[in-house]
């Protein structure tokens, strides 16, 4: 009996295939396996990026994208809320429209501040606080400052860019800041979250910071 032809997909994570620069160790390194596959069978002209269902200049890890093997886009959830925006239709998902109704004239978000991608995107934000404004709402936002997947110097890059759509019209004041060193703690350690906590639930005589640039400076 003839044995079928069978096919094999596989995924280097985190091994780069640079052009143009022959320090790079991946390409100098004894490879004999990948570089028979790679000129005798065909390979990906993209593993990145929304062609793999990652956000934007993201590769395909373990972390994301680790469903490109299944010969379809599969979206993560990032993504989904990319399309969403993009079509215009976020304002359509139910979820959202009952937070807002919920909220009416005054609602409160609170999330991480940055580009990263990873947990969450800054441009998400700004669908939520143009929705918000939209319904004639104010959001007041408490923001978790992003020192891990971006600098922990870039916060500032981030509120400028918050402060400048809330020149162009969003309704929205920065209430508070929190570092994700203590809102994001994933092992229990209740004297890092304790921090994030208390500075959350016991804003309600707080007023909207003054200088946000310099506060966040300080996470």
């Not at 004894?30 to 065909?42: E, Q």
């Not at 373990?62 to 969403?84: C, F, N, P, S, Y």
């Not at 860019?161 to 809102?183: D, P, W």
Request: aromatic letters at 6%; glycine letters at 10%; hydrophobic letters at 35%.
């Amino acid at each position: 009996m003839k044995r079928p032809k069978t096919d094999c997909a596989y995924s280097a994570g985190w091994m780069g295939i640079p052009r143009g620069d022959e320090r790079e160790r991946d390409r100098l390194a004894r490879k004999p396996r990948m570089t028979s596959s790679s000129r005798n069978f065909p390979t990906p002209d993209h593993t990145a990026g929304p062609f793999v269902g990652c956000p934007k200049a993201r590769w395909a890890t373990a972390k994301w994208g680790t469903e490109h093997g299944r010969g379809r886009i599969v979206h993560m959830d990032i993504t989904r809320i990319d399309l969403l925006i993009a079509n215009k239709q976020l304002q359509n998902v139910p979820l959202f429209q009952q937070a807002m109704e919920r909220g009416r004239t005054r609602h409160c978000i609170c999330g991480l501040l940055s580009d990263g991608g990873v947990h969450s995107h800054i441009q998400h934000l700004f669908a939520l606080l143009e929705m918000a404004t939209a319904k004639s709402g104010k959001s007041v936002c408490a923001l978790f400052m992003d020192g891990r997947d971006r600098r922990r110097t870039a916060g500032a890059i981030y509120v400028r860019q918050l402060q400048q759509k809330m020149r162009n019209g969003v309704s929205a004041e920065i209430r508070r800041f929190v570092g994700s060193y203590t809102a994001m703690d994933r092992d229990n350690r209740w004297e890092r979250v304790e921090l994030a906590y208390r500075a959350l639930v016991q804003w309600g005589s707080g007023n909207a910071d003054d200088d946000p640039i310099a506060r966040c400076s300080g996470l």
